[in-house]
């Protein structure tokens, strides 16, 4: 009969036998440890207040210029985390740009978001295109693409930035790159990837279809997101968990905006209370404007207009919108690293 080996052995000789192992660069599995029954993220529910990160981001403006800082950008850390940033594979940071300055052209492997925060008017510029920048607009710099930011307004213009970078140094896939000049020559056209795929369900048929696996479309302006929410809200659409949730597409494949990062943008009403539930992909999320909380793994995360939050994996969270007006957050998530690999899940809890 064929059965599990009952094998015993005195202490001291599987130490001396591990010592060997060590000594060897070869591990024992069976004393280190496997996969767990289900996923424990080491980072923690964390929120960061725009009232503590304003006046740092202000401070750095004038300690630090922009010759010294390829980029004047403060990370946000999650406190249990080793590396700095705000989730497992993806941070969020807080850029400010002030007037007359520039952020000099570069182009790297990692995938970023710009969300603005705070500023009317300065422009980044995507391979050649020039995309205007205002509060609540996301606006998309793919990987590998060029990309510089200017701010010609006489105030900081200051965002958060979204990057993949710690997924991309895990994976030991960067690669970055100085473009020769400090700025881009502009290409002709105002915001041509709005104007080309912006409008839902049309795309210049006099070019082909563009085949990269990011969108196309790098400016979705809150002005058109606000708008399809309320229109939704007020039909009582949306979701048990996150209210009226609508994610940013690349308008050619219908699939995530970029293939590494998810975005989403989502209404709560005043009052409401979203069930529990849990994903494999870590979430930040940014507070366009309201106030409430989220239950996040049994912690209590209160924000209001412009904070930032994280939201572990597979840890459970409810939002709580407490104000008088509609809460709305932004958030982006690794679930399209997820998914692509078959390692996706989510649960509501009690189920
Ligand atoms: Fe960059």
């Known amino acids: 009969m064929l059965q599990r080996s009952n094998i015993v052995s005195p202490e001291e000789e599987l130490q001396d036998f591990y010592e060997e192992l060590r000594a060897q660069h070869v591990t024992p599995a069976w004393i280190s440890g496997g996969v767990g029954v289900e996923p424990k993220s080491k980072a923690v529910p964390y929120v960061w207040h725009w009232r503590d990160l304003r006046p740092q981001a202000m401070r750095a403006a004038q300690l630090v210029g922009t010759e010294q800082a390829e980029r004047r950008v403060l990370r946000l850390h999650n406190p249990e985390l080793a590396g700095s940033s705000a989730s497992n594979t993806l941070v969020a940071n ?7 300055e520039i952020a000099r052209a570069h182009r790297h492997s990692p995938s970023a978001l710009r969300f603005i925060i705070e500023g009317r008017g300065g422009y980044t510029v995507v391979n050649g295109a020039r995309i205007p920048m205002f509060p609540g607009d996301l606006v998309l710099t793919p990987n590998w693409t060029w990309h510089d930011h200017a701010n010609d ?3 900081p213009m200051i965002w958060l930035d979204g990057l993949d970078t710690p997924l991309v140094r895990m994976l030991e896939a960067g690669f970055y790159e100085q473009y020769g000049e400090e700025a881009q020559p502009v290409g002709e056209g105002s915001d ?3 104007m080309k795929y912006g409008v839902g369900g049309l795309r210049p048929a006099w070019e082909p ?3 990269a696996r990011y969108s196309p479309l790098w400016h979705y302006p809150l002005s058109q997101a606000r708008a399809a929410l309320e229109r939704l809200a007020a039909e009582g659409a949306g979701s048990p968990f996150d209210g009226v949730i609508m994610e940013y597409t690349n308008p050619v494949t219908g699939g995530p905006a970029m293939p590494t990062i998810a975005c989403y ?3 709560l009403q005043p009052g409401e209370h979203t069930q529990a539930h849990r994903q494999v992909c870590c979430t930040n999320y940014h507070v366009i404007e309201g106030s ?3 239950l996040v ?3 209590q995360l209160d924000w209001e207009d412009k904070d930032v939050f994280t939201v572990p994996t597979w840890t459970f969270h409810e939002h709580v919108n407490t104000g008088d007006r509609p809460a709305l957050l932004f958030s982006f998530t ?3 690293v997820m998914k692509a690999l078959d390692l996706y899940r989510e649960e509501a809890k009690g189920k």
Do not use: F, K
Request: glycine residues 14%.
């Open 292 to 294: 409430g909380y989220s």
């Open 297 to 299: 793994g049994g912690r």
């Open 94 to 100: 807080i850029q400010i740009v002030m007037p007359g």
């Open 265 to 267: 943008i989502q209404l």
């Open 192 to 194: 041509p990837s709005l």
């Open 153 to 155: 307004t006489d105030a």
């Open 209 to 211: 279809a563009p085949t």
């Open 334 to 336: 690794d679930a399209p």
